[in-house]
């Protein structure tokens, strides 16, 4: 920013309505504020949360597995379908040329 940009910035301010803006006159902003009792259920919150979340680790871990031995299980299932449906398509045929045999004797 050039100088005279500066210059122009600074001369555009309103010193009234920043310092209304610096020390918040217009509502009631406390909340906003560190200490505030909004900031400390904030931050107990936030602690419990951390909390939570460390004491599920564990369970996590463990949900990992139990997810893993799931797919390893929808795994097996979509085999064992394939080859019924494998296996059924090969019976049907078995059973037409069967049909086929007896039409024709």
């Known amino acids: 920013m050039t100088d005279d940009a500066w210059a122009n910035f600074i001369a555009?301010?309103?010193?009234?309505?920043?310092?209304q803006e610096r020390m918040?006159?217009?509502?009631?902003?406390?909340?906003?504020?560190?200490?505030?009792?909004?900031?400390?259920?904030m931050r107990q919150a936030h602690n419990w949360l951390k909390q939570q979340r460390r004491d599920r680790e564990p369970l996590e871990a463990d949900g990992i597995?139990?997810?893993?031995?799931?797919?390893?299980?929808?795994?097996?299932?979509?085999t064992i379908n394939a080859h019924i449906t494998e296996h059924d398509r090969q019976l049907e045929a078995d059973i037409a040329a069967y049909r086929a045999r007896k039409a024709a004797a």
């Open 12 to 19: 555009s301010i309103d010193p009234v309505a920043l310092e």
């Open 24 to 41: 918040r006159v217009h509502g009631n902003l406390d909340h906003e504020r560190p200490g505030s009792r909004q900031d400390h259920e």
């Open 65 to 78: 597995e139990a997810r893993v031995h799931r797919l390893q299980l929808a795994d097996a299932d979509r």
